[in-house]
């Protein structure tokens, strides 16, 4: 798919990362939450990509830093309600993704009614591989992302139990925000969630395509 900007290194210049919850009925059942009716989405700032070398911080207000593998599809080029049908043209390629959820606030902020802002948007929360050309996964729906925490195997799941597929996603969800060459959708995350401390080592992957690891380190205030 041509492209005025490199979209190999989409992270640099993308605006938008949408990420959809509750996305595999095992990790909804995990976390006590009912199944949707319809994706559940949120968003994640620019500012949360981080690429490997660096470490995950885990924020100073955060004592239940969870881990989410995810499957992430890369938009290349402008996608405004477009059908079904015709969603996957829209697609430049895919990366694996953890959207890296402080727990702790999360329950904080459904407690209370507000946003998950505190709890998924924190810089660094969205580590990312390298990028993926489309054509190199003749479909997205047949593969297996697993992620491992100091060598432990913690998630593994076949993206073909996705509730609701790609072009359902990006159907929806173009159909409420104008989708962008760059931007970056969060599929969802099978079962395994749980928490990680400073220095563990994730390592995730998608099957034996490529793998990604980072380590966990603790942020500190400033004042």
């Known amino acids: 798919m041509a492209s005025s900007r490199p979209l190999a290194r989409f992270w640099e210049w993308g605006k938008n990362i949408v990420c959809v919850g509750r996305n595999y009925a095992e990790h909804a059942k995990e976390l006590g939450n009912a199944l949707p009716a319809e994706p559940l989405f949120f968003l994640k700032p620019s500012s949360a ?16 830093l969870h881990h989410e593998v995810e499957l992430g ?3 290349g080029k402008r996608t405004r309600a477009v059908s079904q049908e015709a969603a996957m043209e829209h697609v430049a390629g895919y990366a694996l993704c953890l959207d890296m959820t402080a727990r702790d606030a999360q329950k904080e ?7 998950w802002t505190l709890a998924k948007a924190f ?12 054509e190199k996964i003749p479909d ?6 697993w992620l491992k925490v100091n060598g432990q195997l ?8 996705m509730i609701f597929s790609i072009p359902h996603l990006i159907s929806y969800i173009s159909e409420i925000i104008t989708l962008e060459e760059g931007d970056l959708i969060l599929t969802g ?6 928490s990680v ?7 995730a992957g998608i099957g034996d395509i490529l793998s990604m690891r980072f380590k966990v380190a603790q942020q500190t205030r400033r004042t």
């Open 73 to 75: 599809v890369v938009i």
């Open 109 to 115: 902020c459904k407690k209370k009614g507000l946003p």
């Open 123 to 134: 810089s660094t929360s969205c580590p990312v591989s390298e990028f993926v050309p489309k």
């Open 189 to 194: 995350s099978p079962s395994g969630v749980g």
């Open 140 to 145: 997205p729906h047949k593969l297996k992302i």
């Open 49 to 64: 990509y981080l690429r490997e070398g660096s470490p995950i911080l885990r924020p100073y207000y955060c004592t239940d």
């Open 154 to 161: 913690r998630q593994e799941g076949e993206t073909s139990s």
């Open 197 to 203: 401390e400073e220095n563990d080592e994730i390592e």
